[in-house]
């Protein structure tokens, strides 16, 4: 697309657009003006299509085109894939864009239909984020906006309670940035950036009614209809969350000659979310007769509370540069380019001095529920066995019960490289052939756990309540957080402290009950490490007709894909003693055993390995395209497209573990291979998809568009016998294995 260097950016966002060989929108970032928090999908949600995939209500994560999940959205930065190291999981395959910002970005591409230089696995389309350059201005140009930015739900200009003990301010200001300099004609450069700060609430109320969302058993819980549904539970939290965001962008454009032109670009984003969530529950766990959707009550005893507390400490760190060489002939158009982007997403907790999260009880309790309508009860009565009342808000009536450990280091690695080479043929039919390679690798690095610590006291014995135990959560108190409102109209409650709890695990281990043996087995489960390496080469020929008014683009893509994945691996069997020979040494019919059952950590230690199973996976597909445009008027155009697109599941299908039989007994439902299923095919798609374009004499434009698509390879569980190709997959002996079934 050829433009003008005094066109403003939306100008050049909708002549790339109007100007594509495929169905896209292109939009400038400064479309829309100023956006919250820089949010990449904040911005992308007014496009066509592009549906946002919320986090706790708040937080513009995942982004789905045309109703495909955001897990098979391909997201790239100057073309080349952008690095996502996820939440809890480290092999998804969705970008979270909440983790990006749009400071350092001129444009987005949103492409419906690909060419056969788009990836294969665009299933229903991709997202392309467009750096600035300094040739798209002859003149300097300086921006800086400065904000004070305050979500709804907290809009208190002063200290209020939390996240923490202190009282803190939750509206700060922020500020972002961009530079565009153009040296010279051959020579410029750009700088960006930005940092906003916020606080938020993260409110919540779940209630669970039988008969409708859970289920009944005609005993503690009597059957019921439909229409007659009694509640059960009710949860409410008060959740309060710190984002801080800081993002910095560069780019350097120079023109080798006039016709080549190289251009490099960076990108960081760093974010640092710290989430602080309580939540008290009401929970019934035996229904008294008599109960009606507006009231019910349990029968004495058989209710409990609990008070939850969730600390995260989740910091996210993406960086992305990126070089590209184009050269731009009257007859030859090369381009050569190479990217990186890398991404390291960590939770912490314990090392920062509080526990990840905390839980409290009082059982045995007899909890009513009355005047309820489609939100909460508006009255909750609580009372002992003997009828004496019991206040939940008052900590003096929980005891502690645990404090967890969620640490998780997730590190994301894309490396990118390509080249295309395209000839223009003159003629009565103008005709261009182009063809290139593609090189993507995508390594994930997944360490997590999640592990418990009991708390036991000083007597070495759990509880559920303080009444005849040391456990109560009194000396636990956090008075200033206590001082924050519920939400819905409940009281406030008196919450424990994760720092003290934490500060007192430190100074007195012995009043909790850490099971070395439980985390050892988290952290070696929690523990995967996926490649991926997908080479691809292409063909693509534009031809055009009744003098350039009809334009096709069609052409294929094949795409070679090989993956590597390391996860754990149980096998029962290397716990037992073996003869020179390699044969089980067997004692009084049973195997003998190296380490005896009553050492649980030292027999999870031999037979539960870190990233002891091997997966390798290659397989080849083909990603025909053809795109047609008309030109019915100048400012009209009609567009139809064809392709073949694919789905790939998420990488733990390849890192999830194994977990091998014991071949010293009979095949049966209790004595089998326990894997995800490698040999899986990912979804595949056939689409037809079409659009009208309207463009108005200035800038902007009026579309409208449709599309079928047709799926394949669904996933689902199943049980079957292996065949020896599979087993090769993870490396097993067919002689040994065959015989026993597969779950997946």
Do not use: C
Request: glycine fraction near 10%; hydrophobic fraction near 35%; avoid cysteine.
């Amino acid at each position: 697309v050829s433009t003008s260097r005094e066109m403003d950016g939306a100008a050049i966002a909708i002549n790339e657009q109007r100007f594509a060989s495929n169905i896209k929108s292109v939009v400038s970032t400064d479309e829309f003006g100023n956006v919250a928090e820089g949010s990449v999908g904040e911005f992308l949600k007014f496009l066509p299509g592009v549906t946002i995939e919320y986090e706790a209500g708040a937080l513009a994560r995942g982004i789905s085109i045309n109703g495909v999940p955001s897990e098979n959205v391909p997201v790239t930065v100057n073309g080349f894939s952008m690095a996502s190291a996820g939440g809890n999981s480290g092999t998804a395959r969705g970008v979270q864009m909440d983790m990006t910002s749009i400071t350092s970005t001129s444009r987005i591409e949103v492409v419906y239909s690909p060419t056969p230089e788009s990836q294969g696995n665009a299933l229903a389309g991709s997202v392309n984020m467009v750096p600035r350059s300094a040739f798209e201005r002859s003149r300097p140009e300086f921006k800086v906006n400065a904000y004070v930015m305050m979500r709804d739900s907290a809009r208190d200009l002063g200290k209020t309670p939390g996240p923490f003990e202190a009282s803190t301010r939750k509206v700060k200001p922020g500020f972002d940035f961009s530079y565009i300099r153009p040296v010279t004609k051959n020579f410029g450069f750009t700088l960006s950036g930005g940092h906003s700060e916020n606080g938020t609430k993260e409110e919540f109320i779940q209630n669970t009614w039988r008969g409708v969302s859970a289920t009944t058993n005609g005993g503690a819980f009597p059957h019921t209809t439909p229409d007659r549904p009694y509640l059960t539970t009710t949860a409410v939290r008060d959740g309060t969350k710190r984002a801080a965001r800081t993002s910095f962008g560069a780019t350097v454009d120079y023109r080798l000659s006039p016709n080549d032109r190289l251009s490099f670009s960076y990108q960081h984003y760093y974010i640092d979310f710290l989430v602080l969530n309580r939540t008290i529950t009401y929970n019934i766990t035996g229904v008294a007769p008599g109960f009606t959707p507006f009231s019910v009550r349990s029968n004495p005893g058989q209710g409990n509370l609990q008070l939850g507390n969730t600390y995260r400490d989740r910091r996210n760190s993406t960086a992305t540069p990126s070089l590209v060489w184009r050269h731009d002939g009257p007859i030859w158009k090369m381009e050569a380019g190479v990217g990186l982007s890398l991404a390291r997403n960590t939770f912490r907790a314990v090392d920062k001095g509080y526990f990840s999260n905390s839980t409290a009880q009082r059982s045995g309790v007899t909890i009513a529920f009355a005047d309820i309508f489609y939100l909460r009860p508006n009255t909750i009565t609580v009372t002992d066995t003997a009828g004496a009342p019991v206040n939940p808000y008052d900590i003096n009536n929980y005891a502690v019960t645990q404090g967890t450990s969620n640490p998780v280091t997730n590190r994301a690695t894309q490396k990118g490289a390509n080249a295309s080479i395209a000839r223009d043929f003159a003629g009565a039919l103008p005709l261009t052939l182009k063809a290139g390679v593609d090189f993507r690798q995508d390594q994930r690095d997944q360490r997590s756990a999640n592990y418990a610590f009991p708390f036991v006291g000083v007597d070495g014995r759990g509880s559920t309540t303080p009444v005849g135990s040391d456990d109560g959560a009194a000396r636990f108190f956090a008075p200033g957080y206590s001082q924050r409102e519920m939400p819905f109209g409940f009281p406030r409650v008196q919450w424990i402290d994760n720092e003290k709890l934490w500060s007192h695990f430190q100074a007195n281990p012995a009043h909790f009950a850490l099971n070395a043996n439980t985390e050892y087995l988290s952290f070696v489960n929690g523990s995967k490490y996926a490649e991926e390496l997908v080479s691809a080469a292409f063909v693509r020929g534009d031809l055009q007709f009744l003098e350039r008014r009809l334009k096709l683009v069609g052409g294929v893509r094949a795409e070679q894909t090989n993956i590597e994945a390391e996860g754990p691996l149980t096998d029962r069997t290397l716990n037992y003693r073996r003869g020179a020979n390699g044969n089980v040494i067997l004692v009084n019919g049973s195997p003998a055993l190296i380490v005896p059952t009553s050492n649980a950590l030292g027999v999870s230690q031999l037979t539960v390995l870190d990233r002891g199973a091997r997966v390798e996976k290659e397989y080849l597909r083909w990603f025909p395209s053809l795109n047609a445009s008309f030109n019915i008027r100048e400012n009209l155009i009609a567009r139809v497209a064809y392709y073949h697109s694919i789905g790939r599941p998420d990488l733990n299908q390849y890192a999830g573990g194994l977990t091998l039989p014991d071949d010293e007994l009979p095949p049966s439902s209790t004595n089998r291979i326990s894997v995800n299923n490698a040999a899986i095919k990912p979804w595949s798609a056939k689409t037809i998809s079409t659009r009208l374009e309207y463009y108005f004499e200035g800038v902007g434009q009026l579309s409208v568009g449709a599309f079928q698509r047709d799926f394949e390879n669904f996933f689902g569980n199943t049980t079957f016998r292996p065949t020896a190709a599979f087993l090769a997959l993870y490396g097993l002996d067919p002689t040994t294995y065959e015989p026993y079934d597969v779950a997946t």
